[in-house]
């Protein structure tokens, strides 16, 4: 029996298709009671960790489980995850109610659960409307609520934003947050985008080439962001000299010809600039965000000057995990596995 905690374990996942190393050793934690984003560029390999999850996808290493079990183990499965995968198709001719019906006799829940659904997902109004007329953020409702008949303890939706408008996903938002927060459930979104899902989660975890790249909440990844300031000098080689002579190390050329300075105020560089003689012709503060963050994990180098490098405000793994999980594979724009 699978142990009911609503705990995701992803740990040393590995997938290879032929030549492509789709997953490489991924390891992380997702808990009940909050929205986990699961973001990385395209081919990033979150589609295929979701399927092993899943169990759709058999891993070449490591281990996917929902409640402590891989998917295969769980009994009656949509009982305890329900799944939103992408271009998941439905009967053109068949109408919501009935499309819903047809899953919920599959998994022995009654049929009136069909309509329960649809009036959570916000549907109520379209259940005799066939399925085929539906728009696609209309299709995403009835993929959401066809993932909430078994009325899970585990959701796991991958790019639920895709085809949403703006008042969708702000819908969205709130059902999946409630459903986390106030039942304790665990919900887990991938996107790649992060602007896309910002307002949805609460939690984090970033791959790119299928590793860790961070993995915590997202306040702490917003505390982690650190600012600097642009500045154009007359003579930049001048003016990183004084900043160095004074202490100020985080300093580097950008390619604009202009100095970016971490870790320092406007007032302080244009104090140390004026004493050493310097004329400065603008300055501006540039506060890094969340999706520069999400770049410089995904992509590559942190942008800033050498020494400037935020240090992850990794939260580690839940009590009584052992630490061969993800921290050890937090790392900073370095070098992929
Ligand atoms: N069945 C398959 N056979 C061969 N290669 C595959 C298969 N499925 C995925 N891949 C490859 O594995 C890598 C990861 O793909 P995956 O779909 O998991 O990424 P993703 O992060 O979900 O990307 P996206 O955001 O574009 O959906 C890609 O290089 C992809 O081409």
Redesign the pocket.
Known sequence: MHDGSGRIVVQNLSKQ??A?N?VQNLSFTVEPGSVTGFL?P????????LRMLLGLVTPTAGQATINGRPHSQLGNPARVVGSVL?NEGFHPSRTARNHLRVYAAAIGVPDRRADEVLGLVGLGSAADRKAGGFSLGMRQRLALATALLGDPQVLVLDEPTNGLDPEGILWLRNFLRSYAREQRRTVLV?S?LLNEVEQLIDQVVIISQGVTRYYGSLDQLRKSQQSRVLVQPADPGALVKALQENGITAVSPTPDGRVAVAGSSVQQIGDLAAKAGIAVYGMQEDHADLERMFFQLTQGQFAGGPGQQPQPQYQGPPPGYPPSGPQQQQHWGGPQR
């Open positions: 298709f032929g492509v789709a990385g395209n081919g990033a390999g979150k589609t295929t960790t992408e991938s790649h």
